[in-house]
């Protein structure tokens, strides 16, 4: 068997091959923003290629300009519904309960700005109609679609120049 002291002595004859202190090599390259060659030349085809992986980045969703009005009763909800046939009717209706056109609009929202279940409803609802009375923490709300601004995709020809210069420029 081994004794504390030999563990010890072993140690302490050996100890200065142990505390080698870590080396480390490194290279620093200091570049200046205007060293840096703005003229580079890249092809169309790469450009393209770039446009292609970040399609995405270059498309905006379709947003709808939604009415919200909200309710305290289920019963109010539906009167409501029975008496607004159109956006005419809206109007009147906000002068007539002095309604601030700030608290109904809620401007125009992709599906991903709204909740699920309030998504796939003013997905749903065709423009200058209404939904269904709908239950919420609120109370209750009839959503109106006013206005769809569709999806829009920005070409390549649109969007290459905006592409170069992203790389190009410092």
């Known amino acids: 068997d081994i004794t504390n002291d030999e563990i010890t002595k072993h140690y ?20 200046k923003n205007n060293n840096i060659d703005n003229n580079v030349n890249i092809k169309e085809d790469e450009l393209l290629k770039i446009y292609n992986s970040n399609i995405d980045f ?17 019963l109010k909800a539906k009167d409501f519904l029975k008496n607004i046939k159109n956006f005419e009717d809206v109007k009147s209706y906000i002068k007539k ?39 919420s923490t609120f109370g209750w709300k009839v959503i109106y679609l006013e206005k769809i601004k569709p999806e ?16 190009t420029v410092n």
């Open 97 to 135: 309960n002095n309604i601030s056109n700030n608290d109904i609009d809620l401007g125009y929202l992709s599906k991903k700005e709204l909740d699920a279940e309030i998504s796939s409803i003013a997905f749903d609802i065709k423009q200058n109609n209404f939904s269904n009375a709908i239950e």
């Open 58 to 74: 270059y498309k905006t969703p379709e947003k709808r300009k939604l009415l919200q009005f909200i309710f305290d009763t289920e």
């Open 152 to 167: 829009n995709n920005l070409s390549f020809n649109e969007v290459k120049n905006d592409i170069k210069k992203d790389l």
């Open 12 to 31: 302490n004859e050996i100890k200065s091959t142990l505390l080698d202190p870590e080396k480390r090599d490194i290279n620093l390259i200091y570049i």
